[in-house]
């Protein structure tokens, strides 16, 4: 099983609202990411996580607020946001977080209006 | 920064034609890896090539490397409709993944 699965697929939010994106593996993974990507541009790295401790934060404003609740979940917390953060979110997960391929989940649509 | 630069950016071909796509970095790796990713989906992973190798393969797919030239190339070979998507090279050296810019691939059947 070489999945990733994340939640909501798609998400339409205010800019005073509080959401969350859910991600999940069960692969065994040890590392886990969150890319953001926008229209016909490439995914950049906002976290990484490893052995569920945040190892990477790529200078992402603090509306944004990931957590790992244990080895399998990576949720991404939002508020406040604004309508430029608006994108597709990705999650992934790799073996460790070093050398390995990377498996990415469908992603989450955000919208913020 | 490691970020990769994809040649050429739109790539339209024949159904069973090859194609190719280049790929350039600016500093040193561990790895380049190639993903695939049809419309406002997620990203395929393709194939990882370590610094250390010069070629691999995997099914139609072939990976080229060359870290004196910071450079990669992969080829499609006999093209199919269903190749049509974006491929990213990404490398991975002291940070995690870094994706290039990407080629957009069209297949015409």
């Known amino acids: 099983d070489t999945e990733v699965t994340q939640t909501p697929k798609h998400l339409v939010m205010g800019m005073t609202n509080k959401k969350s994106l859910k991600c999940e593996q069960h692969?065994?993974?040890?590392?886990m990411y969150w890319y953001k990507q926008k229209a016909k541009k490439p995914p950049e790295l906002m976290f990484v996580?490893?052995?569920?401790?945040?190892?990477i934060n790529e200078s992402v404003p603090s509306r944004f607020s990931p957590e790992c609740p244990n080895s399998s979940l990576l949720n991404l917390h939002l508020h406040a946001l604004q309508p430029e953060d608006s994108a597709l979110y990705l999650c992934?997960?790799?073996?460790?977080?070093?050398?390995?391929?990377?498996?990415f989940g469908e992603g989450s649509w955000l919208t913020v209006v | 920064s490691q970020q990769g630069e994809e040649d050429p950016q739109a790539l339209s071909i024949q159904e069973g034609e090859n194609a190719t796509m280049n790929c350039s970095y600016k500093?040193?790796?561990?790895?380049l890896q190639w993903y695939r990713q049809n419309s406002g989906r997620g990203l395929v992973h393709l194939i990882l090539?370590?610094?250390?190798?010069r070629e691999k393969h995997s099914g139609r797919l072939r990976v080229t490397l060359d870290t004196s030239k910071k450079s990669s190339s992969l080829l499609i070979t006999a093209s199919r409709a269903a190749d049509t998507a974006s491929y990213f090279c990404?490398?991975?050296?002291?940070?995690?993944?870094?994706f290039g810019k990407g080629t957009r691939l069209s297949v015409i059947a």
């Open positions: 992934a997960s790799s073996q460790d977080d070093g050398g390995r391929e990377i498996y």
């Open positions: 692969m065994g993974h040890r590392a």
């Open positions: 996580y490893s052995y569920e401790k945040l190892s």
């Open positions: 500093t040193s790796i561990n790895n």
């Open positions: 090539i370590r610094s250390n190798e």
């Open positions: 990404a490398t991975e050296g002291n940070t995690p993944l870094v």
